[in-house]
Nanobody
């Protein structure tokens, strides 16, 4: 079975930084797109950033220039460096990945989420 486990959330003041990590484990042959989503209280889950195995990263307009997504394919891990954090960045951040495991087609997986709280 495949699991995604996030870490790195916490409480930070506005203007501060946090780095989130998400490690995939289990029966993994290859990982296609990896991404970070967030869900604020009372709002729908939204895409923050995504990164393919090779190619161009994608960011929500609200985080461009402040957040950087990266991945280490050898470690099956994706990172989200968050700088210049704002109170509106508060939410539960979930890792997401399309993973080829024992099946021959990619399956989509979600992590359990990590809380990010930015105080003003």
């Amino acid at each position: 079975q495949v699991q995604l486990v996030e870490s790195g959330g916490g409480l930070v003041q506005a203007g501060g930084s946090l780095r989130l990590s998400c490690a995939a484990s289990g029966n993994i042959f290859s990982i296609n797109v990896m991404g970070w989503y967030r869900q604020a209280p009372g709002k729908q889950r939204e895409l923050v950033a995504s990164i393919p195995r090779r190619g161009t990263t994608n960011y929500a307009d609200s985080v461009k220039g402040r957040f950087t997504i990266s991945r280490d394919n050898a470690k099956n891990t994706v990172y989200l460096q968050m700088n210049s954090l704002k109170p509106e960045d508060t939410g539960v951040y979930h890792c997401n990945a399309d993973i080829i495991g024992l099946a021959t087609i990619p399956q989509n997986y979600w992590g359990q989420g990590t809380q990010v709280t930015v105080s003003s």
